[in-house]
Every structure is written in C-alpha cells, then in structure tokens.
C-alpha cells in the first residue's frame, strides 16, 4: 500500500518534483530541504502525533527510512527549525493549489449530488492555548483561574475549505492577528484564494459569526454568494422575517424528513427550515423510535431563480462537513499539536498537513479499486497502514526526491 500511495502522488501530482522546487536559502546545508519537508509530509501522512515521535521511529528502524527520505535523517529540532525559518507557506500554498487544479483536470472532484453551484466554507478554530511562552503571532486573553488573573496565549486561524466536492479540501488558512477578529482574517483569506483560483466556488457558506453586512458587499464585490446562519434573536431582520412567516405558506414540503419554508425580502433573502427527524433510539432495555424537531434560519444574497429553498437548506448544511473536517484532524492528525510554536512554523505545518490530507484521502477515494479498500475500513485504516509499512525499505532507493 506504501508503494502505490507514493507512485500515485508522484505520477498524478509530480510530488517529488514539486518538493524538490521549494526554495532553500541555507548554504550548503548537511540534509537537504526536499528530505526535511518529506519528513513533515510524511509525519502527517503515517498520524505521527510529534516529531519526536518520528524521530523515535527514525532510531528504531534507521536502516529502512534513509530509502524513503535521505541518507541523512534530520532530528526533530531539525525539522521544526527549518520548517520555520526556511520553508515559505506561499510556495505551499501554490504547491496546494498545483494539486488542486490537477485533481480538477483529472475529474478526480466529484460535485456533490443536488449541486448547481461551487460551494466554499470558511470557519475559525483555535489551535492551542498556553500560559507559559507566547511568539510574535500569540494572540492574548486574561482568564480567572482561583481567583485571580492569568495572561494566556493561544493561537486562532480561519480555513477555507471547499466542502461542495467529494473529497472535501481544506484549500488554505490564514492567522487571526492580535486585536482583530475572524472576519476581517477571513476577507484576507477569501481575496487571496479567490485571487489565486477564481473557478474553485461560487457560494460562500459560514456561521453567524460572519452575518455581518460588510463581508455581505465584500464577497458580492468579488461576484460571489454567501449563506450565513441566521440565529440572534435581537437582530431586525430574523425579526422581520420570522413576523412574515405565518403569512407565507411552504416553498416546498420534503415529506420524508424536512419542511422548508422560503421568502425573498428587500435586500436579503431568508430561508427558514424546520427538520423532523425520527429516528431508533436505545432507552433502558428497549429501542424506541423517538421524533425530534429541528429549526434553522439562513440570510443569503442567492435570489428564487439561482437557487430554491431546497438548494439553499443543502448548501448550508454542508458546512458541517468543515466541522467534521476539523474533528477529524484534532483526533486523528494532531492539528492542534504544537510541533514548533512559532508563527511561520504553526501555518507551515499547518499546509502541510492539509496537503498530505487531500493526497490520502483523493487516494484513499480515487487511486484505489473498491477490492483493495475492503479491507480498509474508512481512509484512517489507510494511514494506519502507511505508518506500519513506509519505513520497511519497500518502497526502492529510488523514490527520495531529486
């Protein structure tokens, strides 16, 4: 499985070739960069939960790994050193976006079912959180803890992800900078994965936090949609709307699960849906079927021509595949793990690992036949598996970069 995963990044993507193109500034350097940013590629790809991990790894099988990698393996505080003060996250991002505009050409980007429209989503999350060392790009908050004030810094980026398309890809990130708030990072991220790939959406979709009318004209301004949840009581427009309801009868009834109602107003359009789910549920001894009612209100500039109210309920929704995006990377990639706190390290690591995360799972979805994904469960079996089998030597010499 080691074998074909790299033969399939390097032939569909030109991987080592790409890799040997990042910029090294050092002078004559012992271990060249191509075989450090390997080895940070491949620490996200085998779920390594550190570097020191992998550098225990390095000891424990040292025969076989100079085959994958180089003939000289770098150290942890190699790798973190190097990843922070050599390696440009903009040549990242453009390896990133190379990848992308490949895995379009080879129709390997399935659109999800029901879609008319490209659908991008952008949220925040915070990294990590320490009291002890902070770096020139910690933001800061005071906490009460036992009764007194303590300075804690933490670390917060905002992520595009284009969630409209199986595999989902995390596209690109951008740090949140002290005193500012996710929105305005998030206006820096969209203009420049908008700049750089105007094609990869047409709607944009994000929480309440982004209900805001200045990101409204700003994404507008660049021909592009939004759909924003609408859920603060105290705002006049989900007021207004929620006043109107009674008076308009369903857009459209889904009997089986869904009742969505829409409503195009002056400026804005609003969607409200209400989801009745019924579902077995274990209660005691006995399974008993049990009904639960769900309600969502979503502010859009998408007009009843360019999208129904339907369309608009399964857009917003796919937000939650970021949601489930970050879940699964805090759990089973270490997002979160501090691999070497400083600010250029954080977001260089930080593309690496959405690299080595589209490549496995475009893999784990395109490059193998349904027989050989029998006995990989779901694409975390798949890097399992890398893990055990990478650094046995099977792969040839011949696969380190250039």
């Keep these: 499985m080691r074998r074909r995963f790299l ?3 390097d032939r ?6 790409q890799v040997r193109m990042l910029t090294d500034t050092r002078v004559r350097p012992r271990i060249p960069l191509p ?7 491949l620490m996200s790809a085998c779920r390594y939960r550190s570097l020191n991990a992998l550098e225990q790894d390095f000891r424990d099988r040292k025969r076989q790994w100079p085959k994958v990698i180089a003939k000289h393996l770098p150290s942890a505080d190699r790798v973190g050193e190097v990843m922070d003060e050599n390696v440009h996250a903009g040549e990242l991002r453009r390896m990133q976006e190379r990848i992308l505009k490949r895995a379009q050409r080879m129709k390997a980007l399935h659109v999800a079912k029901g879609f008319r429209h490209r659908v991008g989503s952008v949220d925040a999350h915070e990294l990590f959180a320490t009291r002890h060392r902070s770096c020139a790009g910690c933001l800061r908050r ?15 980026v905002v992520v595009f992800e284009l969630v409209g398309v199986h595999p989902s890809v995390m596209v690109d990130l951008e740090p949140l900078l002290p005193g500012e708030d996710e929105v305005e990072a998030a206006q820096r991220l969209v203009e420049r994965v908008l700049k750089r790939c105007p094609w990869i959406c047409d709607v944009v979709v994000a929480d309440a936090a982004y209900q805001e009318a200045p990101f409204f004209r ?29 008076h308009r009868q369903p857009a459209k009834v889904i009997v089986e699960e869904h009742h969505c109602r829409g409503q195009l107003g002056s400026e804005a359009r609003v969607i409200h849906c209400e989801v009745e789910t019924t579902q077995r549920t274990r209660r005691g001894t006995q399974w ?11 502010v859009t500039t998408l ?9 608009i309920m399964r857009m917003a929704r796919r937000r939650w595949v970021q949601e489930n995006s970050f879940n699964e990377l805090v759990c089973h990639w270490a997002m979160d793990h501090r691999f070497k706190h400083e600010a250029n390290a954080i977001v260089t690591f930080l593309l690496t690992l ?10 784990y979805a395109r490059g193998l036949q349904p027989e050989a994904r029998r006995d990989l469960a779901t694409c975390l079996a798949l890097g399992e598996k890398l893990r055990c089998e990478l650094g046995d030597g099977a792969v040839g010499p011949d696969w380190r970069p250039p």
Excluded: C
């Design 7 to 9: 033969r399939y990044i």
């Design 354 to 363: 959405f690299i080595a995360h589209f490549l496995e799972h475009l893999f």
């Design 142 to 156: 005071w906490l009460r803890v036992d009764g007194r004030m303590v300075l804690e810094y933490y670390h917060r």
């Design 303 to 311: 007009t009843a021509a360019q999208a129904s109210a339907e369309e």
């Design 218 to 246: 700003y994404l507008r301004a660049l021909g592009k949609h939004v759909v924003a949840v609408l859920k603060d009581e105290r705002r006049d427009l989900l007021q207004d709307a929620a006043g109107m309801l009674p």
């Design 12 to 17: 569909h993507f030109s991987f080592r070739e």
């Design 35 to 41: 075989a450090i940013y390997l080895t940070a590629f």
């Design 288 to 298: 008993v079927m049990e009904t639960t009612e769900n309600r969502w209100w979503w």
